[in-house]
């Protein structure tokens, strides 16, 4: 109910609702122009990818932000127009109660945009997780436990050796749990840090030992959850020699924020001189 | 019970003494109070644990007087986010919008005196409640609260203290709370399905509902199946954990040092069943607030709701296609990479509804009369959070762009916004428009409107920064910043962010004053303050037991007739019969 309002406290009202919709029509139009910004000038940027795959993650990205860009600038400044422009003045609102050609025509568009992307998202995914890892990959094991990683190496013989989960013991110098009587285990290599030579597939072999880590090196765009378990596979090839940094993302114990690893790309000789050393010290 | 035994009941209720008239209420009207203010208790404590988080974010080695030993430890770290986490999802977004308000107004709004089982009502309260109090007990165990996040990936949950700290007892405690929270949803969730099939009013048809009702009907709905996939996922969790069984346990288990005898499990059927519920949770906590919002839009737009039937179909395929998405919350678990695309599709399809509601909101605004009230700006900044969060999501709905961003703070900003801000956005903008119907005073509106612009601004500035710090690297749940190099560059964000937070935390002191000031002497509210159509502003405010003073209501037309040309005022009650109408019902809208 109208309960007597006065003319003039309406007058008031009116003028109270017009600043509170200038107010936030400007905070969005703010809102808006500082996203636009903070995204343009790549303030923030994630570090340049080292492999193709990471490139095309890179693209899908990219696209994904022009087209949810698109959206969000149309959508926000529209509720900002929208808000201003049918304050209460006195007019009469119009009696609509919808459009079916209209629902029809956004939601088409919507379909549009989203579902392809969706579909178009496939090709990233394709190359780094749906193909397998080149047949000449260099395979190289990634355990974890709280809260470290060990890699191994298959060594001179191409295989790694067996592994029993009972035999585990860091102390004694056998983290693994390597298998003394399986000869295929005799020349395993175990490192602290992961070497790869650059240009040259690469297929991990990531498990863990006791909670769900994670493997993510953000230059690869490469993340996975080491779960207990399994053996999971990725493969990467990276094309650019440096040193990268290996964190945890999942969630593992009071250790997670400290789980960490590097990550040297070297050229293959350099890569093949590390094998040696690390031969000779185990 | 026939409707005369139910008001016979709620009149007994009336002559009852206190403790049974507030405390052991079977009244829904009481329930919903009591579930609305132990979401505000939740919503408290959850507010200042991420308060703590961020302080130690920023200042890691301040010291503080109430942690033992002065500095925050990474395991207390870990508890407070398990906690936080937690306490905001179940006891402040599944209980205040479903709960609270649902309890409140879903009656009220169908014509209803009750709901169908007042009794189990009460029960589902006193049930939340002893969860909630589990839940906290976690904090003063030895050992402390669980360390395991929200989410409580087995191993790290499954194995006792060997794990971590607050793997003992505490997790005992957390999974206990969350199995008597199940029973208490469950149990609430066929109270509102019963309530809203067998007792709308006459002339109450389904396409006269209002939209809030369709929301709380469809979340009941995923409540009832996704909360009994959680408690069975709970149940063989506590199994493995004291029953030595192997539900999500592998064999070959070796945690700090000690070989385990677990084997046959598998972690990832813990992730998909916690998923399977998680992901339709996100659906409970914001499909009621996007029925508030499209309500008080209509009513504040002296517009019909743009696109009804559409609105209500929106409804109904986020519900169902919220079922077919969780597998997007394991992209990089290790699940079939081909599953991945499947889920991907499905998660990019769950954003063609959404959208659809987002326009039809917008369709509302446009050639409406909007007047700008406290429940009307809440109502705008839900529409913007839920454009921002819900954009942001469809890059995580990818796999390939996920993970670069899985784990990251650009995930903690993305649910943030829609799943916690936009949602609370709808609990305020319900709070402030309903508050005249809950207490029969009005909230100072000028305190409203400041409460709106700083919260407003506030959220955006803790927010949206976040997304920054994610793709720059920045990874969640992370006690401090040392981890790895490159995280020691995203600090000025973190502080930026923490000082936001604090800042908005100390503007929803405002609301808090507002509120409980108001209840006390905010200014007397009329039946209908908002000159609204729907049947909760038919009756006294509060309404009395058996909420329409023994009358019935009949329904006449739908929720929405603002603007009607031709009418002699604005809008058209649902109750109001044509003849009265006709006869110029102005005057007579309050009696029916």
Redesign the interface.
């Known amino acids: 109910?109208?309960?007597g309002v006065s003319k003039v406290s309406a007058r008031v009202?009116l003028r109270?609702?017009a600043s509170?919709?200038l107010?936030?029509a400007l905070?969005?139009t703010i809102?808006v122009a500082?996203?636009v910004y903070?995204f343009g000038a790549h303030?923030?940027?994630?570090?340049p990818p080292i492999s193709q795959d990471a490139v095309?993650?890179d693209h899908?990205?990219n696209l994904?932000?022009y087209?949810?860009g698109a959206?969000?600038v149309l959508?926000?400044l529209?509720?900002a127009w929208?808000?201003f422009?049918?304050?209460?003045?006195g007019?009469?609102?119009?009696?609509?109660?919808?459009?079916v050609a209209?629902?029809i025509l956004?939601?088409s568009v919507?379909?549009i945009a989203?579902?392809g992307?969706?579909?178009l998202?496939?090709?990233?995914?394709a190359g780094?997780?749906?193909t397998p890892a080149a047949p000449d990959a260099i395979q190289i094991e990634v355990t974890t436990?709280?809260f470290v990683y060990t890699f191994r190496y298959a060594g001179p013989d191409g295989k790694f050796g067996r592994l029993d989960?009972?035999l585990?013991?860091?102390?004694t110098g056998n983290p693994l749990?390597i298998d003394p009587n399986d000869p295929a285990g005799q020349d395993d290599i175990l490192a602290a840090e992961l070497t790869v030579p650059v240009n040259r597939p690469i297929e991990l072999l990531i498990r863990s030992?006791?909670?769900?880590h994670?493997f993510?090196v953000?230059e690869l765009?490469?993340?996975?959850?080491a779960?207990?378990?399994?053996v999971?596979p990725v493969h990467f090839s990276a094309d650019r020699i440096g040193t990268y940094?290996i964190?945890c993302?999942?969630?593992?114990?009071?250790?997670?924020?400290?789980?960490?690893g590097l990550l040297h790309v070297d050229s293959q000789s350099d890569y093949e001189a590390f094998l040696k050393r690390q031969a000779l010290d185990q | 019970m026939s409707s005369d035994s139910r008001i016979a009941h709620a009149a007994e209720d009336m002559q009852a003494g206190f403790l049974r008239r507030y405390v052991f209420s079977t009244d829904h009207k009481i329930i919903g109070l009591q579930y609305f203010f132990l979401a505000i208790a939740a919503v408290t404590i959850g507010t200042v644990l991420s308060l703590l988080m961020r302080f130690h974010l920023v200042w890691p080695s301040a010291h503080l007087p109430f942690i033992a030993g002065g500095i925050m430890?990474?395991?207390q770290y870990?508890a407070l986010m398990t906690m936080h986490g937690t306490i905001m999802v179940f006891f402040v977004l599944t209980t205040a919008p479903q709960s609270a308000f649902g309890n409140y107004f879903l009656p009220l709004q169908i014509g209803a005196p009750d709901m169908a089982f007042p009794r189990l009502n009460m029960l589902s309260f006193w049930l939340t409640l002893l969860a909630f109090l589990v839940m906290l007990s976690a904090f003063l165990v030895p050992g402390g609260a669980p360390?395991?996040?929200w989410?409580a990936?087995?191993?790290?949950s499954g194995l006792g203290d060997i794990?971590?700290?607050g793997e003992g007892m505490g997790q005992s405690l957390w999974v206990a709370s969350v199995l008597i929270f199940c029973v208490a949803s469950l149990l609430g969730s066929i109270n509102f399905i019963s309530t809203t099939i067998d007792m709308r009013a006459p002339g109450m048809t389904l396409t006269r509902m209002p939209l809030t009702v369709w929301a709380w009907l469809v979340t009941a709905i995923l409540s009832l199946l996704a909360f009994a996939v959680l408690f069975a996922g709970g149940i063989l969790l506590v199994l493995d954990r004291v029953a030595a069984t192997s539900f999500f346990l592998?064999?070959?288990?070796?945690?700090?040092?000690e070989?385990q005898t677990h084997g046959g499990?598998?972690?990832?059927l813990w992730q998909h069943l916690f998923w399977f519920f998680g992901h339709p949770e996100v659906y409970i906590a914001i499909l009621p607030g996007m029925g508030v919002v499209s309500h008080i839009l209509a009513n504040f737009?002296?517009?019909?709701v743009?696109?009804?039937?559409?609105m209500a179909f929106a409804i109904c395929a986020i519900g169902f296609l919220g079922f077919l998405v969780w597998g997007h919350h394991m992209f990089?678990?290790?699940m079939n990479?081909?599953s991945?695309?499947t889920f991907?599709?499905l998660?990019?399809?769950i954003?063609?509804p959404s959208?659809?509601k987002?326009?039809?909101w917008?369709?509302t605004?446009?050639?409406?009369?909007?007047?700008?009230q406290s429940p009307m700006?809440f109502a705008?900044g839900f529409?913007?959070f839920f454009?921002?969060g819900g954009?942001?999501g469809?890059?995580l709905?990818?796999?390939?762009?996920d993970?670069?961003l899985?784990?990251?703070y650009y995930v903690v900003a993305h649910f943030h916004i829609v799943m916690g801000v936009a949602a609370i956005f709808g609990i305020l903008a319900a709070t402030y428009y309903w508050f005249p119907k809950m207490f029969g005073r009005r909230m100072s509106e000028s305190l409203g409107?400041l409460h709106f612009?700083l919260t407003?601004?506030g959220v955006?500035c803790v927010f949206?920064p976040m997304h920054?710090?994610g793709?720059?690297?920045g990874?969640?749940?992370?006690?401090?910043s040392?981890?790895?190099?490159?995280l020691a560059a995203?600090q000025p964000?973190h502080r930026f962010m923490t000082i936001a937070a604090f800042i908005t935390a100390a503007a929803q002191l405002i609301f808090f004053y507002n509120f409980f000031r108001s209840i006390k002497s905010g200014e007397r509210a009329?039946e209908?303050p908002w000159?609204a159509t729907t049947l909760e502003w038919t009756t006294a405010s509060p309404p009395l037991a058996g909420n329409f003073a023994g009358r019935f209501p009949s329904v006449y037309r739908g929720p929405y007739e603002?603007?009607?040309?031709g009418a002699a005022q604005?809008f058209l009650p649902q109750h109001l019969p044509p003849e009265e109408l006709a006869s110029g019902g102005?005057e007579r809208?309050?009696a029916s």
């Open positions: 109910m109208y309960d009202h109270g609702y509170v919709a107010l936030l905070l969005l809102l500082a996203t903070v303030l923030y940027p994630a570090p095309q993650v899908q990205y994904t932000l087209v949810t959206a969000f959508a926000q529209g509720l929208a808000v422009r049918f304050r209460d003045r007019q009469k609102a119009s009696h609509i109660r919808g459009n209209l629902e956004w939601t919507t379909v989203f579902v992307l969706g579909i998202g496939r090709n990233a995914w780094a997780r749906l436990n709280q989960p009972a585990v013991s860091a102390p749990g030992q006791d909670v769900v994670n993510f953000r765009r490469l993340q996975q959850d779960v207990p378990g399994m999971i940094e964190v993302t999942q969630l593992c114990g009071l250790g997670h924020y400290k789980m960490h | 430890t990474p395991e870990l360390i395991s996040g989410t990936y087995p191993p790290l794990t971590g700290p592998p064999a070959g288990l070796v945690v700090s040092g070989f499990g598998s972690p990832l737009s002296r517009k019909p743009f696109g009804y039937r559409a990089v678990s290790g990479p081909y991945s695309l991907s599709l998660t990019v399809s954003g063609v959208a659809v987002t326009f039809n917008l369709g605004l446009c050639g409406g009369k909007l007047q700008f700006l705008v529409v913007s454009v921002t954009l942001s469809i890059f709905a990818q796999p390939a762009v993970t670069e899985h784990a990251t409107k612009w407003f601004v955006y949206m920054f710090v793709i720059a690297g990874i969640r749940r992370y006690a401090d040392t981890g790895a190099t490159y995203l964000l009329v209908n000159d603002y603007s009607v040309p604005d102005k809208s309050h």
